[in-house]
């Protein structure tokens, strides 16, 4: 066993971040990805370390991803369309990337046996009320006519077929559930709500509060979902199971956009903006008005508290938009 870890999605934001830390922990990285969302520059600092390699292809070509999973002892499949604006936007490309992906993903590591860790997202829980979610509670989605829950319904099957895969032959497989993760390299492209916010809060643009902005949400700083994330991998109980991987403190939009205005010493002034407004392409856009996980189920098999605040993550995403912004103000 060389101790080779493959990603898929690996350009992108927590692939990246993840790579940068398997590469610290000794192991040789392999990543795959096809450039669609992630960039090469997100493994700026890997590209030429010889443990390193990446793999520019595309998860459903099964002659490219066969033989790098047969040489993987763990894989993390994070290759997916993620943020709900690419996903309304989208929507097609995005569930075939997800359900199809996935399932051949699965199916290399059915094949060779591997280790493998499959990345899905809070949105599996839909719109549950409930006021923090455990891994086992209800899924509750909205009407096929609303394209948000596409990704939700896909995310749910790709949970389904690993769940399936680890009954009916044992694979190693476990799931975690990102919840809204923010730090540097996220891209601010895809409508995720701390980048977008940072990238206008610097320029002293209004900040695009959808709705009335008292939806609330937790974020966690990648270097603590990452973390979480490695430890599980290398758990052996983790098995067959599912692990939400998200942060503690709550909070609303509107408090989210008056923080970083406050943090950043931002002029910027708060626009309320309708959903029908920013997702133009969704009628009768429906939002999560509260998002908080349960983690004691993480927090019971590998002790996970998050170390970084809600201002650490501010400014991880500030000092990574910063230099973005002196160039924006030079030209
Ligand atoms: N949001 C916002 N303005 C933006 C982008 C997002 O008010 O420019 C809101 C969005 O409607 C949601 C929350 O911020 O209520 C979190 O959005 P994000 O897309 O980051 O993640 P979600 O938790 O919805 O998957």
Known sequence: MDNTSLITGGAGFIGSHLAERLIQEGHNVVVLDNLSTGHKANLNKLLSHPRFRLVVGDVTDVQCLAPLVRHADVVFHLAASVGVKLIVEKPLTSMMNNLRGTEVVLEQARRWHKRILLASTSEVYGKNPASSFAEDDDLVYGNTSKTRWSYACAKAMDEFMAIAHYRESGLPVSVVRFFNTVGARQSNQYGMVLPTFVSQALRNEPI??????????????????????????????????????????????????KLICRRLKSTSRIDLVPYEQAFTSEQGFEDMPRRVPNCDKLDHLIKFQPQFTLTDMIDSVADYYRPVRETAAAV
Not at 210 to 238: C, E, K, P, W
């Open 208 to 257: 695009t509060v959808h709705g009335t902005g008292l939806q609330s949400r937790t974020f966690t700083h990648i270097n603590d979902t990452v973390d979480a994330t490695y430890r599980l991998a290398m758990h052996s109980d983790a098995a067959g199971e599912v692990y939400n991987i998200g942060g503690s403190t709550e909070i609303s939009i509107i408090e989210l956009a």
